[in-house]
């Protein structure tokens, strides 16, 4: 089963809201990474940062 995109706002929104100053918030995404338009963020700033880390 898939959560619908507002079941996953609704969640992210909540996460915000108890989040402690400063807290991490972590996410797993079971899918393809060209689904993922977080991964392309992740890897960009990676290759910026370490660029050896990310070849």
Known sequence: ?????????????????????????HVCVWDST????FEHIAMNRLRRAAPVLAT
């Open 1 to 25: 089963m898939t959560p619908s995109s507002a079941s996953k706002d609704r969640a992210h929104r909540e996460a915000r809201r108890v989040l402690k100053p400063g807290g991490a918030y």
């Open 34 to 37: 060209d689904a993922n338009p």
